[in-house]
């Protein structure tokens, strides 16, 4: 399809298999596994499941600040979920979570596993199980849940939306692209008259809605995001949002929390599997270095 032959829906849709696109062979339109594949358990209390994507980021960085701040419960295991390999069909990834995204979490720390999908969900109750990071104060828990919940519903117009027709779809076409940028240039906005007056999102607190959001948009503001993206974009014109973003980074917990599960970019920034605080050593590093080089 090219941008100057109009598509004509079929009066029924049928999954055309050969849709093209990057990404295309993970998609499908039914749900459920397609194979048999039961997950690693290792010695920690938590459980992760998962890829070094935003929303795989948002939970690992969460983790890593739980960490940082002597809650030594918050240790996990990260294993390492190839979505371009089909392992979230696996039957033990689907038993976790049925939506077969990343990631996914059990709790083992009780008497019974409890399972936990969807990131939103995971920062939440990570956040209540160790009472950290979401404020008890009621208004500012309502502002930090608005927040959180304005990224679980912003991000799919940046990814999914603009994200996949710039850098991702099989021809580039301008009514998708021009629709979804401006999208993301206003949701961009809306975070930058927000950070014109507090230092994080929900307020004068660093909390999971900050962990939520900077793996998108702060990764979009770093030009980790879809190729050229972010001059297309004008990114760097948001400079609350370049502040915030760059305070944020300069946190240890995410510095390590963006490198559990990631599989892309410079070897020393991707740490496969997260089992212990010692595999961010730079001599484990540098062994992912040398295996690759």
């Given amino acids: 399809m090219t941008d100057d032959i109009e598509y004509a829906p079929p009066k029924v849709w049928t999954w055309d298999k050969a849709n093209g696109g990057r990404f295309a062979n993970i998609n499908r339109p039914i749900a459920g596994p397609t194979h048999e594949k039961e997950l690693p358990v290792g010695k920690h209390p938590i ?20 960490l940082a701040l002597g ?32 990631p996914a979490m059990v ?31 009621v208004s500012a828990r309502a502002e930090t849940l608005s927040w959180l919940f304005w990224q679980m519903g912003a991000a799919p117009f940046l990814g999914g939306g603009f994200g996949h027709f710039y850098a991702y779809a099989p021809t580039k076409q301008e009514y998708p692209i ?4 401006m999208e993301v240039k206003r949701q961009l906005d809306v975070l930058d008259r927000r950070l014109a007056d507090n230092a994080f999102v929900a307020g004068s607190e660093y909390t999971i809605a900050d962990m939520a959001i900077w793996p998108w948009y702060g990764g979009l503001l770093k030009g980790w ?22 305070q944020i980074f300069a946190r240890p917990a995410v510095t390590r929390g963006r490198k559990v599960n990631r599989i892309s970019g410079d070897p020393s920034s991707q740490l496969h599997e997260r089992h212990d605080a010692g595999d961010f050593d730079t ?11």
Wanted: zero cysteines; aromatic letters at 12%.
């Fill in 47 to 66: 459980q992760l499941y998962s890829l070094g994507t935003p929303n795989g980021q948002k939970v690992t960085i969460m983790l890593e600040e739980l």
């Fill in 71 to 102: 809650h030594n419960g918050a240790e996990y295991d990260a294993w390492l979920i190839k979505i371009s390999d089909g392992d979230q069909f696996g039957s033990g990834f689907v038993a976790v979570n049925p939506n077969s995204k990343i």
């Fill in 107 to 137: 709790d083992r720390s009780g008497p019974k596993p409890i399972r936990v999908f969807e990131s939103g969900a995971m920062l939440v109750y990570l956040a209540e199980k160790f009472g950290a990071f979401l404020p008890t104060d």
């Fill in 178 to 181: 021009n629709r979804y940028a």
């Fill in 225 to 246: 995001l879809y190729g050229e993206s972010a001059t297309f974009l004008s990114v760097r014109d948001y400079k609350n949002v370049v502040r915030w973003t760059e």
């Fill in 283 to 293: 001599r484990t590093q540098d062994k992912i270095a040398g295996a690759q080089a």
